[in-house]
């Protein structure tokens, strides 16, 4: 079979679509009442002027869990071996079922982030009618505060470098959720997987280089790092495929 088609490719996204659109939006419509009501209740019991701080706490929670969701629910409807069996007997390559896979996983990204908006507004109208005169919106008081003047004063290089390390990032939960069967928990998995990676790569650096002391500068327009995440993001991809051809029906802990 060739391994790339794009009528055919059209055909599976379809199928995508109908297999995982129940799931989608009941997940979607719980995801809103739950960062609607985490916006609200973390504004409960500060001053009025203040509270938006904690709601900021819950957006940089959300924006989280919207990149680490990216990669760690590529497979969020396929719960039953059947539909696992499904997804196997379709005619199609297995470069088009990863794609169309992680086309529903970007998808419900937008989602989750389209969620935080509305879930914005909804805590507006709610604090209109509690406390007037003194709501606010959270996405506003983010932009304008110290973490958005922050990267408003970012150079092209360096929002280069912020984009593939948070890139890099998502490709590390994308490969776990490849990497570890169960989808459920395979975030915990690969977070205490990079939690271990880092700490053996600082200490192995600190071995390797005891006099450098405890930072390393690294000029602006130095594209050593945005290069090297890159790389290591597309061997990320690489390997999530790999692992993806090679996914059977049984029910082992890691997919080798």
């Known amino acids: 079979m060739k391994n790339f088609n794009i009528k055919r490719f059209k055909c599976l996204l379809r199928w995508t679509y109908e297999h995982d659109k129940h799931e989608f939006v009941r997940s979607q419509l719980m995801g809103l009442l739950g960062f609607t009501l985490c916006l609200i209740f973390f504004q409960i019991g500060t001053p009025a002027s203040q509270g938006y701080r904690m709601g900021i706490i819950a957006y940089v929670i959300g924006i989280t869990v919207g990149i680490i969701c990216t990669g760690s629910n590529m497979y969020y409807s396929m719960k039953t071996r059947d539909d696992w069996r499904a997804l196997t007997l379709l ?7 990863f794609l169309a896979r992680y086309a529903s996983a970007l998808l419900m990204t937008v989602a989750i982030f389209a ?37 408003s ?104």
Request: some cysteine; overall charge neutral; glycine content about 4%.
């Open 153 to 256: 004063h970012f150079t092209q290089t360096e929002w280069m470098s912020f984009g593939c390390l948070v890139w890099m990032l998502h490709s590390f939960y994308l490969l776990g959720y490849n990497f570890f069967r169960n989808t459920k928990y395979s975030w915990v998995l690969t977070t205490l997987a990079l939690i271990i990676l880092t700490a053996g790569i600082v200490s192995l650096l600190t071995w390797l280089f005891p006099h450098t002391g405890n930072t390393i500068e690294i000029s602006s327009d130095d594209w050593v790092a945005p290069t090297l995440a890159l790389m290591v993001t597309v061997f990320n991809y690489w390997l999530a495929y790999r692992l993806f051809c090679r996914r059977q029906l049984m029910g082992i802990f890691i997919n080798m």
């Open 91 to 97: 005619p199609a390559s297995n470069l088009e079922k």
């Open 115 to 151: 969620i935080i908006l509305m879930a914005d507004v909804i805590q507006y109208v709610f604090w209109m009618i509690v406390r007037p005169s003194t709501e606010t919106f959270i996405i506003s008081r983010f932009l304008n505060g110290s973490l958005g003047m922050a990267f």
